[in-house]
C-alpha cells in the first residue's frame, strides 16, 4: 500500500498486521484499554489480521492487560522492542 490518508482509502486493502503502541496512543487517558477496542480486536481476528501491541513495558505487563479479553494466542512487541514475542 503506497503512503495516503487513511480516509482517503477507498478500496479494500490487503492487510495482515495491525502494530499499534500502547502509552498515548491505545490507551486512554486512565492507562486503560478503551472498551470499543475489544469488538474491534475481534473483528481484525475474524479477518485473519493479526493486532499485535508494542510497548517499552514488560511482556508480563503486556500479556495481563489481554490475558482476560483474548482468546487464542497473540504476539507482543514489549520492553520497547527488546522482546518481541510470536504466539
Not at 6 to 28: K, S
Not at 51 to 74: E, H, I
Amino acid at each position: 500500500m503506497s503512503a495516503a490518508d487513511w480516509t482517503t482509502i477507498d478500496q479494500p486493502q490487503d492487510i495482515r498486521l495491525v502494530v499499534a503502541d500502547m502509552d498515548g496512543t491505545l490507551l486512554d487517558e486512565h492507562g486503560r484499554i478503551p472498551e470499543g477496542f475489544w469488538d474491534m480486536l475481534a473483528r481484525l481476528r475474524a479477518r485473519g489480521v493479526e493486532f499485535v501491541p508494542a510497548s517499552g513495558r514488560q511482556l508480563a505487563t503486556l500479556r495481563s492487560m489481554f490475558a482476560d479479553r483474548v482468546d487464542g494466542a497473540m504476539s507482543y512487541i514489549a520492553e520497547n522492542g527488546n522482546v518481541v514475542v510470536a504466539d
